[in-house]
């Protein structure tokens, strides 16, 4: 008697690790300057504007290998107000539309990399992340506190069951002498 064995395959959450626990922020705590993977970043800033460099898309539009730097806008959605599955957690969620930056008619084209503080375990090689941004772009990014109780912000890259996380944190600057 012979037996088979029949594969079936689909999305796998291959992390386990769920959505960091919520966190209740107000907006004024939010502004500023926010840095992420290789010189990527958001700033939020007062009157809802919102402004990306390099800025990479969010679950499936990371596998566009685009890159964003343009302006916006931002909003908060307080904890339980963001309807969009839980990829991002069930605390407070930024909403960011932005669109490219253009100067005499040209799109934004991607520029080298820098350094930077955190993101994707292994995202892939920045330099070949040079497709054309699209017109608009949306994250819902999720806040979460780091292991001291700093606010950092995070949002999912490629396949929401992988759990790939990019992480940006606030920029911080100091006084001169």
């Known amino acids: 008697m012979c037996t088979a064995a029949l594969a079936l395959s689909s ?15 107000a907006a004024k705590d939010l502004y500023g300057t926010w840095r992420g993977w290789e010189g990527s970043s958001l700033t939020l800033e007062a009157g809802s504007r919102a402004v990306t460099v390099r800025l990479d898309g969010q679950e499936f539009a990371f596998d566009d290998a685009w890159r964003m730097t343009g302006s916006g806008s931002w909003r908060l959605l307080g904890p339980g107000a963001y309807r969009g599955g839980n990829t991002v957690g069930n605390g407070s969620v930024i909403h960011v539309e932005a669109g490219p930056r253009t100067g005499r008619g040209e799109e934004a084209k991607p520029t080298a990399p820098e350094s930077g503080p955190s993101g994707p375990a292994d995202p892939g090689d920045v330099t070949s992340r040079t497709e054309p941004p699209p017109e608009k772009a949306v994250w819902d990014i999720g806040v979460s506190k780091g292991e001291k109780g700093e606010l950092r912000l995070f949002f999912r890259t490629s396949d929401p069951d992988v759990r790939d996380t990019y992480y940006l944190t606030r920029e911080t600057t100091t006084a001169s002498p």
Do not use: L, Y
């Not at 999305?11 to 922020?25: G, Q």
């Open 11 to 25: 999305c796998v959450d291959s992390r386990t690790d769920p959505p960091p626990p919520p966190v209740k922020v």
